[in-house]
């Protein structure tokens, strides 16, 4: 594997950090990780002593991981993440653990609820608790609706029942 940094060397150095909770990794080079700042803090220290600071320390950071891939679309998070782009609905149930906290926190909600937001004709308030200006708009709804359905008698019912209402006001 070649370095990260210059892309000459071979990597020797894997390096993990998490800085403002982004977990990061990169494969360095000696030449390249010296430059970083990064250098073996147990290089001095007696190999048993490091021994036992290291096994300390390795279950601080998540170990190592290769990318996942969808066995459908071939996509990884990290390309999801970068195109803002779900490849497939495999994908959603593939990185569910770190979509659903993007949607939610983007559209309120995981689960869709269609084109009326959730106002089912159940939840939809019944006509003696609407105001005069909801009832209007609700006839002018079913207006709209009787049209595009070419139901021209019951459209004329709803408009004349639309110009009785706007008359009363």
Do not use: W
């Not at 990794?25 to 030449?31: G, I, M, P, Q, V």
């Not at 220290?45 to 170990?63: Q, R």
């Not at 970068?82 to 959603?92: H, M, W």
């Not at 019944?126 to 595009?148: C, R, S």
């Amino acid at each position: 594997m070649k370095c990260q940094k210059c892309g000459a060397n071979n990597a020797n150095t894997h390096v993990k950090t998490i800085i403002n909770g982004e977990f990061r990794e990169y494969d360095l080079c000696s030449e390249c990780a010296h430059k970083m700042g990064y250098t073996n803090v147990f290089a001095d220290m007696d190999n048993e002593f490091a021994g036992l600071l290291g096994s300390f320390f390795t279950n601080v950071l998540p170990a190592r991981t290769e990318a996942t891939r969808c066995e459908f679309c071939g996509s990884t998070y990290p390309d999801i993440a970068k195109t803002g782009q779900v490849g497939c609905a495999n994908c959603y149930t593939l990185f569910a653990d770190r979509l659903y906290p993007s949607i939610r926190r983007i559209h309120g909600n995981t689960t869709h609820c269609g084109k009326n937001s959730g106002r089912t004709a159940a939840k939809q308030p019944k006509a003696a608790e609407m105001t005069k200006e909801e009832k209007i708009a609700e006839l002018k709804t079913q207006l709209e609706q009787a049209v595009g359905e070419q139901n021209f008698e019951h459209a004329a019912e709803l408009r004349d029942k639309i110009k009785e209402m706007e008359g009363e006001a």
